[in-house]
């Protein structure tokens, strides 16, 4: 015994010469270098880069030293901390520490190995002896009687994490109490009353619950994949019956224009009719006034004639009768367009206007009650076709008509006296009143139903002169060649086409840092500016989602958290996000109806302090006008933020 432990103490005082000189820890895998030197195989191999070379004595080897393992210092590192486990001595507690931590993560993911031979893989571990053995080595416990009270269980990497800080003692017990491992002087101390069980069954508990757990996940998760399968199958029933309204929709629409297209070539028509049977009279009228002129003008050259002969004795005998053409008295016809056909026809436009405009006053939801009042709702399989009767305006809806605008109440004798200038642009006035009643309900985003007879309506957002659409050829008079400007291009812009087409990604692009470049918001300006005159462009949209189109000034910042279009005073913008549009200015927020273009128009008129946007069709409607005086030069400016979003400036042809 007395030589046991003086074995042990042998051992021990040769830790220090068993130590790494790389990590300060026991050897893991000592080998040996041609100098003499040891290290761990890992430690050495990971100073060991491109340079060859002992950490030790700095000795330089011209190629990668051949590794060998020391097996003679390796088992007698192993015995060295096999004693130290068993032993009763504990180390100091911060060493200690240390030396399980340092253990811990040598032993990460490696293959646990018989401690007895390190070179064949553990079958078991032996919490009694504290060790972890091979088949070989794990004969005498299978075999010896001895051996057999010893508790083997599966491979063990790290058995310090077995063993009690406290006493060095196996923990064989848990405490339910304080929720950790025991060994039996913890129970009789510092645990002693606390109730306990094994580890096995605590294993047990653990697992049982973290089962019950797994599965209530796996629960979950079907369920909520079988809900999101129907969302899935919903949301492609949502589509098929979306497009299977709108071309009914359409359908219904396009025999409404085509009646309409009708009755309007048969209002054409008949003034053309009227118009041929004017100019047929006319053209009679003007042959017979034409041949009595050539009739009268022949008499005239006779009787010239006859003054030339004047001094002749026959002179006193001439006689001469004037033809019969002076008889007739020309006169200026009265020929007009003021037919019976025509005058109804006009009656009817106009009628009709006025019933479709109060009409569309209405929500759409009251619109059928309006028509066919005896009807509440519409029919949800189909759509019903309305006719296009002479339509008479329900009195609770309409204006009171003065004399002028009732067919009815002007008198049926005598020819239609033309309107004078005055009368006209009234009547425009009115007209055009009464078309920016709709639309200022559809575009102002406050008003609500109808408004009042005497209250005025709202068209603050549409500027007097383009609130109804325009040919696109008068705005092309003011077309500009763009192009956008790469230097002020944000790192997630791509610039293509001729520097006409921006496109937003995740990935951002390799330029070059410059003062002109926006940092924090993807946007990006034209290079060329307007410091007066009027000027139009147009941008073709690849989607309605997360894009602003507007104006800047060049002295609009680039780096702050206020350098988004129309959050400041150096820019104007529309923006559409998500389905919302809004008008953007110095951080205020106008939000608008949406017409969702394809593409917009832009016209700036720098001197009138005016730049109002057009949702570009087969005419260019207006749907927002901005109104600031500018101060300095004007550049189109644009937002992007959704990826795979794109813009394109459009070439200018009519």
Known sequence: MAAVEQCDLSLMSLEDELTCSICLSPFDCPVTIPCGHNFCQSCLLSTWTEIYRCPQCRTLFPTKPELKKNTVLSTVVETLNLRLVRSEVGLPAEKKETEKETEKEANEDAVIRCDTCM?????????????????????????????????????????????????????????????????????????KGCSFTSPEEQRQLKESD???????????????????????????????????????LAVEYQQMHDML???????????????ETGETKLKVLMKKFTENIEKMGMAKDSINSLLSRSQ????????????????????????????????????????????????????VEARLQVIKPGTRTAS????????????????????????????????????????????????????????????????GGKAK??????????????????????????????????????????????????FTKASVSDDQANYPNCPQRFVVCSQVLTSKGFLGGRHYWEVRLSCNNFIG????????????PASRLGRNAQSWCVEWFN?????????????LSNPSPKRVGVLLDWEGGRATFYNVADRAYPFYSFEFPFAEAVYPAFWMFSSGSSISLCKMQA
């Open 380 to 443: 949800a399989s189909g759509f019903s076709s309305l006719p296009l009767g002479p339509f008479k305006e329900p009195e609770p809806l309409g204006r009171p008509k003065s004399p002028s605008q009732d067919p009815s109440s002007q008198p049926k004798a005598g020819p239609k006296k033309k309107p004078s200038k005055q009368t006209k642009k009234a009547q425009s006035t009115e007209d055009f009143t009464h078309s920016t009643e709709n639309l200022s309900g559809e575009f």
């Open 119 to 191: 070179d064949a893989e553990a079958a078991h571990t032996c919490l009694t002896c504290m060790a972890s053995f091979c088949e070989e080595h794990l004969r005498p416990h299978r075999e010896n009687p001895v051996f057999r009270p010893h508790q083997l269980i599966e491979p063990v990497g790290d058995l310090s994490e077995r063993i009690c800080p406290d006493h060095h003692k196996l923990m064989e017990l848990f405490c339910s109490q304080h929720v950790r491992p025991i060994c039996s002087l913890c129970l009789q101390q510092v645990h």
């Open 449 to 498: 139903g109808r408004p009042q007879p005497n209250q005025k309506p709202d068209t603050s957002s549409i500027p007097a002169n383009l609130a109804c659409a325009e040919k696109r050829t008068e705005l092309l008079k003011y077309a500009e060649a763009l192009m956008l400007d790469p230097k002020t291009a944000h790192k997630r812009i791509t610039l293509s086409e001729a």
């Open 549 to 560: 189109i507007g104006l800047a000034y060049s002295s609009i910042d680039r780096k702050g």
């Open 210 to 248: 973290l089962r019950d757990k797994l599965a209530f996940l796996d629960a979950k998760i079907l369920h909520t994949e079988t809900i999101t399968v129907k969302m899935r199958d919903m949301e492609d029933m949502l589509k098929v019956s979306a497009a299977n309204r709108k071309k009914a």
């Open 579 to 591: 389905v919302k549009l809004s008008a953007w200015h110095n951080s205020q927020e106008t939000v």
């Open 312 to 363: 002749t004795m026959a002179f006193l005998q001439v006689s001469f009768n004037l033809p019969a053409a002076v008889n007739f008295d020309p006169y200026t016809p009265r020929i007009s367009l003021d037919s019976k056909k025509v005058i109804a026809s006009e009656a009817f436009a106009v009628t009709l206007k006025e019933h479709l405009t109060e009409l569309f006053k209405q929500p």
């Open 261 to 275: 297209t009708q009755e309007e070539n048969i209002a054409l028509n008949a003034v053309d009719r009227e118009v």
